[in-house]
Every structure is written in structure tokens, then in C-alpha cells.
């Protein structure tokens, strides 16, 4: 197939660019406050409208500085101990999901703890909207012709603009069906049968775990780490995690009683 060359950004006015793969962001924190004040309403929750507005400032806040934190950490911190100021270049581009998800839990739970807040009951609401962040900006990174996958020869392979003359998978559109659509699909459709705090956090961070290790296969490794042992991905390690503490929430969590 051929990889629809489409510009990065919105429009631009001089120097100024709106860009495709910032309004996705921008577009996935709108729909999930809007999602998340809701619910609030509708579960009753003892949690003021402005409150919601405060958490998602943490929230902000906290996944820019965990993803960058996590990509340093994870994927480049050879590189960024000899040039330590590249670190606060996020125009450079550089950020990690897994360490935005543990900022953003970071972030949260200091809110909540400030407003005496029950920090699982805010993590359940929130993490079923996170999914559509997820996918919009795996639709962002297509757009952008970035995070593309590994070579191959399946129909609908394409020819990335900085991939090489070979044809790849086109993941981040993986990503975007599993870790958006689908995980929004099912928490959604979980959201009112789960009694128990805790679960659907819990889902979340597995269904993702499961997701993002699959994709991993199908996605071209960075090149600075290549595949560890020569089978798997800095993805597919944090995500093992991950699948891990989902398992062990829905274990821990789903004991507890009502």
C-alpha cells in the first residue's frame, strides 16, 4: 500500500507549526476530562468539578516529565549522560509511554493524597479514557512517519519516508486498533459490570502489557538498542512488567471485598 504523504502539522503561521501528532494529545486530554467529569457526576463520586480540572493539570505534568524521564532511563541514557542538557529538549522529540503511565500514576496519586482522595477510585475513572489518548497519537506517529515497523511483505505493507526503501508493517495503525480501540471497547463495556475497586486500573495496565508486547514484534526496534538477546524489545520488557502488575491487581483487587 502507499503511505499517504501527509504534512506533519495542521498548519503553520511563520515559524509557528500546529502540529498533527500535538492536537491528537491535546484532542485525547479534552475527550477523557470530558469523559472523566461524567462519570464523576454519574458514579456520585465526592469530588469537586474543579478538582477534576486541578487532576488533569497534574496529569499533564506528570506524563511529559515521566516520558521524557522514560525514555532517558530506558531507551538513551548512554547518550544523554555525555550531553545531560538534551534532556530538557523535548523538541528533539524522545518520550516513553511507560514512563508517562508511572508519571501520570505518580501525579495522581499526589493529588489525590493532597484532597484526601481515594487515589484507586480516581485511577479506575481515568484509566478508562486513557486508551483514547493512546490511539489518537498512534494515529499522530503515522501521520508523522515515525515508529513504523519492521520489514516485510504482507499486502499492506508501506514505504515509510524514513524507513528505508522496504516496505513495513504499518504498526502504529497495530497500535491504534489494539491499545486504542479495543481497550477502549472493553473497559468500556466493563466499566458499569466491575463492582470492585481497583479492577479496572488493573485491566487497564494488562491490556495494554498484552497489547504493546505483541505490537512489539511487529515494530521496528530503536536502533541505539536493538533486541536484547536478539528475540526481545525494551518494549516487550516494560510491558512484561506491566502485564505482571495488571495480573497481580486483578488477583489482589478482585479478593477484597465490596
Known amino acids: 500500500m502507499t503511505y499517504p504523504q501527509i504534512k506533519p502539522y495542521l498548519f503553520k503561521i511563520g515559524p509557528l507549526q500546529v502540529r498533527w501528532y500535538g492536537l491528537m494529545y491535546l484532542i485525547g486530554f479534552v475527550l477523557s476530562y470530558l469523559i472523566v467529569q461524567k462519570e464523576v457526576k454519574r458514579r456520585k463520586i465526592a469530588i469537586k468539578p474543579e478538582d477534576v480540572e486541578n487532576l488533569y493539570v497534574y496529569l499533564i505534568l506528570s506524563l511529559v516529565i515521566g516520558a521524557r524521564a ?82 516485510t511483505d504482507v499486502p499492506w505493507a508501506m514505504v515509510f519516508p524514513g524507513g528505508g526503501p522496504m516496505p513495513r508493517h504499518p504498526s502504529q495503525l497495530y497500535e491504534l486498533l489494539l491499545e486504542g480501540v479495543l481497550s477502549f471497547v472493553i473497559l468500556w463495556s466493563l466499566k458499569d459490570r466491575i463492582k470492585k475497586r481497583g479492577l479496572t486500573i488493573s485491566m487497564f495496565i494488562f491490556l495494554y502489557g498484552v497489547f504493546r508486547f505483541t505490537v512489539e514484534f511487529f515494530r521496528e526496534p530503536d536502533s541505539q538498542l536493538g533486541l536484547f538477546f536478539g528475540l526481545i524489545s525494551m518494549g516487550q520488557i516494560l510491558s512484561s512488567f506491566m502485564v505482571t502488575a495488571g495480573l497481580s491487581g486483578l488477583l489482589i483487587f478482585g479478593r477484597e471485598k465490596k
Open 70 to 151: 522514560g525514555y532517558v532511563l530506558f531507551y538513551n541514557l548512554s547518550w544523554y549522560i555525555n550531553n545531560p542538557l538534551s534532556v530538557f529538549a523535548l523538541w528533539q522529540g524522545g518520550m516513553s509511554f511507560h514512563g508517562g503511565f508511572v508519571g501520570c500514576l505518580t501525579g495522581t496519586y499526589l493529588f489525590c493524597r493532597a484532597r484526601k482522595l481515594d487515589f484507586i477510585v480516581i485511577s479506575d475513572i481515568v484509566s478508562i479514557t486513557v486508551p483514547i489518548g493512546l490511539g489518537l497519537g498512534r494515529l499522530g506517529n503515522f501521520i508523522n512517519g515515525e515508529l513504523y515497523g519492521r520489514v
